[in-house]
Each structure stands twice: as structure tokens, then as C-alpha cells.
Nanobody
Framework: QVQLVESGGGLVQAGGSLRLSCAAADRTFSRSAMGWFRQAPGKEREFVAAISWSGRSTFYTDSVKGRFIISRDNAKNTVYLQMNALKPEDTAVYYC???????????????????WGQGTQVTVSS
């Protein structure tokens, strides 16, 4: 079982930045593909970004390309989501997710992830 703990959420004005962190309490994390998803009130959970176990491959949903950056530090068992130029429509609970292995096919499908964090709230005011 991989325990994931997100942090870094908060309230920010439009145009501002936040960096989310997801710490994994398991050394096997370094061999896991990771993803970030979000869920806004009244909406379904949606894919935001994903990263391969090595960090060499990254993927983003179109609405965040050029604004968000996903990265990881396997020595620290942590994955990050740097969010810049935030918009009110980015307001949501952000969840970190991990696969059991290095496979990152269907990286944008939540059902393909095996472990989830508790979520962290991001609120962007206009």
C-alpha cells in the first residue's frame, strides 16, 4: 500500500502561482508512474498531468499546457505540480495518484491509478 499525502493548496488571486507536493510514504514510489487529477464542485474528476517513473515523459491536459509543470524527485519520494498563471477555472480539489508500476499508458484515466491521496483544495479568486 502506497500512502500519498498532498500539500501546498490554498487561496490565490488569478495570475498567481502555487506549488503542490505529493509525498509518498513508500520507497517503491520511485518505480511508479504518477498523476495529478482535480475535481471542481459539481463536476467530474478530470486529468491534469502525469509523469513517468523516470521523469523523462510528462503529459498535460490542454487547459493547463504552458502554465503547469509536473516534476518529481525520486530521492525524496515526492512529485510536484507547479501551477502558474492560475485562473478561477482552476479552482478544485487536486488529487495525487500513483500506479503500482512504471506503466503509464492511459495516463489520463483515473481508473488506471491504484493509489490516491486525500486531496488539497486550490481556490483561485478573480
Amino acid at each position: 500500500q502506497v500512502q500519498l499525502v498532498e500539500s501546498g493548496g490554498g487561496l490565490v488571486q488569478a495570475g498567481g502561482s502555487l506549488r503542490l507536493s505529493c509525498a509518498a510514504a513508500d520507497r517503491t514510489f520511485s518505480r511508479s508512474a504518477m498523476g495529478w487529477f482535480r475535481q471542481a464542485p459539481g463536476k467530474e474528476r478530470e486529468f491534469v498531468a502525469a509523469i513517468s517513473w523516470s521523469g523523462r515523459s510528462t503529459f498535460y491536459t490542454d487547459s493547463v499546457k504552458g502554465r503547469f509543470i509536473i516534476s518529481r524527485d525520486n530521492a525524496k519520494n515526492t512529485v510536484y505540480l507547479q501551477m502558474n498563471a492560475l485562473k478561477p477555472e482552476d479552482t478544485a480539489v487536486y488529487y495525487c495518484a500513483a500506479r503500482r508500476d512504471i506503466d503509464y499508458t492511459d495516463y489520463d484515466v483515473g481508473a488506471r491509478y491504484d493509489y490516491w491521496g486525500q486531496g488539497t483544495q486550490v481556490t483561485v479568486s478573480s
